[in-house]
């Protein structure tokens, strides 16, 4: 399997805006800078459909010192979120995930990762249908070498149980832009809301 670029802009990107969204970068759960990364931490940012769910999978892990939601691999500078769900934008919903490498593994992001979702979809996650539900991994150059890796061992897996080609789109990070407030840490902040996660059912080995 090779890295992916499945979404191209087809229309006129919109134009967005100098100006950042309002942030408090306190992590409503873990009470840290959703901004800062610690001396020795690394940074990884995942699209896996709607970034509700996914962030809430990812701030419980070990080892993550904080989540954040917002939008990467798109043109539009500090999209919102009803210019990004526009298509016109090129963004994925992704999450922001700060971690120490010492506590837990790249390798282990990952899997939780391909398995916390179905990378086969293409533009859609189940019911949520649009380019910014893509699956996705940006970062490092060697953040996406491991990321390849492994998704060819995942590949084999799928396959195996029926499962078409892996779509995930795997480039370097460009610029990530933080979602508005109401939607960082959204599913602490309303329990009952909708998570769209589904995965597979396939273990990925690591």
């Known amino acids: 399997m090779t890295a992916m ?3 191209e802009l087809t ?9 950042a969204m309002p942030l408090d970068s306190t992590h409503a759960v873990l009470g840290t800078d959703m901004t800062v990364v610690p001396q020795g931490f690394e940074t990884l940012w995942l699209g896996l459909g709607c970034f509700w769910g996914a962030e809430r999978l990812f ?11 917002g939008y990467a691999g798109g043109i539009t ?4 979120y009803e210019e990004v769900c526009s298509g016109q934008t090129g963004h994925a919903e992704v999450v ?17 990762f391909w398995q916390a979702h179905d990378p086969t979809q293409g533009l859609r996650q189940g019911n949520d249908i649009g ?11 060697a953040q996406l ?8 061992v995942y590949q084999q897996q ?5 499962y078409c080609v892996i779509t995930t789109e795997v480039k370097p990070m460009g610029v990530f832009y933080y979602a508005e407030q109401y939607h960082q840490q959204y599913l602490h902040k309303n329990p009952t809301g909708y998570c769209g996660l589904k995965g597979t059912g396939v273990v990925c080995p690591i």
């Open 145 to 152: 070498a491991e990321a390849t890796k492994l998704a060819q």
């Open 5 to 7: 670029n499945l979404y």
């Open 131 to 141: 380019a910014q539900y893509r699956s996705a991994v940006y970062g490092s150059e």
């Open 59 to 69: 701030w419980k892990l070990p080892g993550v010192y904080s989540t954040a939601v």
């Open 96 to 112: 922001q995930i700060v971690y120490n490498p010492e506590e837990i593994t790249l390798a282990e992001l990952l899997a939780e």
């Open 158 to 162: 799928l396959k195996a149980d029926g």
């Open 11 to 19: 229309r006129t990107p919109l134009p967005g805006r100098a100006e």
């Open 77 to 80: 500078p500090n999209p919102t």
